[in-house]
């Protein structure tokens, strides 16, 4: 079945940066649109970047410029870098099948950010 297991979540201060990974398995990962997603304390869900495994990339209007996706398909992992963070980014992050927020999600990993 489809397995979805993020890591690299921190504490880190605005202006810092963070990688978080997504090890996937249980399906063909090379041939998925994945994203990833998150969700704020007392906020619904919301989809944050895509990868269309064809080499497009997608991004919401508030990390554009501060985030990149990306991924091995070697290794069956998905990324995402995450620069200039803001205290607003802080949320619980998701590595997820599909765009938009149908799809199998992970369990996720804590993003904090504060000074």
């Known amino acids: 079945q489809v397995q979805l297991v993020e890591s690299g979540g921190d504490s880190v201060q605005p202006g810092g940066s963070l990688r978080l990974s997504c090890t996937a398995s249980g399906f063909p990962f090379g041939t998925y649109y994945m994203s990833w997603g998150r969700q704020a304390p007392g906020l619904l869900r919301e989809w944050v970047a895509g990868?269309?495994?064809?080499?497009?990339?997608d991004y919401a209007d508030s990390v554009k410029g501060r985030f990149t996706i990306s991924r091995d398909n070697n290794k069956n992992i998905l990324y995402l870098q995450m620069n200039d963070l803001k205290p607003e980014d802080t949320a619980v992050y998701y590595c997820?099948?599909?765009?938009?927020?149908?799809?199998?999600w992970g369990q996720g990993t804590q993003v904090t950010v504060s000074p």
């Open positions: 990868d269309n495994a064809r080499g497009r990339t």
């Open positions: 997820k099948t599909g765009s938009g927020l149908s799809g199998n």
